[in-house]
């Protein structure tokens, strides 16, 4: 009388957007599995933990400097893998949106160039952002990182604690 019908719903890290929305999977799943709107079940359990938590946090970290090393352009902030952990190790399966602000908290739009954004942990992948295409960063700056609300949170890790 009950059915876990697990996760499945993603998160979009490319965009602010809710995609797909849950009632675009609610009328996918009435569609595929009717039997789950019918009163076949008494109970339907998800876990759409991820899927809700995500968009609903944001990390903001004060770039404390900038350098260039062997023709890279390298963004020294706080956001790494101690916190990113998943970003860190799988940066393509869990990109992190990233805006640039400056000082005053305005969002930085001009010269836009590739960048790496790396964290404060000693080893030498603590990237988050590799050769992403971002505004010109400098020391004083802001960088926002997106969708940080489910994993991030939830993961962190002592490794190369600060």
């Known amino acids: 009388d009950t059915i876990d019908i697990g996760g499945g719903l993603r998160v979009n890290f490319s965009s ?3 995609t797909p929305t849950f009632s675009t999977y609610a009328s996918i799943l009435r569609e595929v599995v009717p039997e789950l709107f019918d009163n076949t079940f008494k109970r339907v359990i998800t876990e759409f933990g991820r899927a809700l938590c995500a968009k609903a946090g944001w990390f903001a970290s004060y770039v404390e400097y ?11 902030q706080h956001v790494g893998a101690d916190i ?3 970003t860190v190790y799988h ?13 005053s908290g305005k969002t930085r739009t001009e010269n836009v160039k590739k960048q790496d954004i790396a ?3 000693c080893i030498q992948g603590d990237i988050i952002a590799h050769e992403r295409e971002l505004p010109q960063v400098y020391a004083g700056d802001y960088v926002v990182v997106y969708d940080v ?5 939830s993961s962190y890790s002592r490794y190369n604690c600060r």
């Open 16 to 18: 602010p957007s809710i």
């Open 66 to 76: 900038t350098k260039n090393n062997g023709g890279r352009d390298i963004v020294l």
């Open 84 to 86: 990113a952990i998943r």
């Open 91 to 103: 940066p393509t399966i869990w990109p992190l949106r990233v805006t640039v602000h400056d000082a």
């Open 119 to 121: 964290g404060p942990c």
């Open 149 to 153: 609300g489910a994993y991030y949170h």
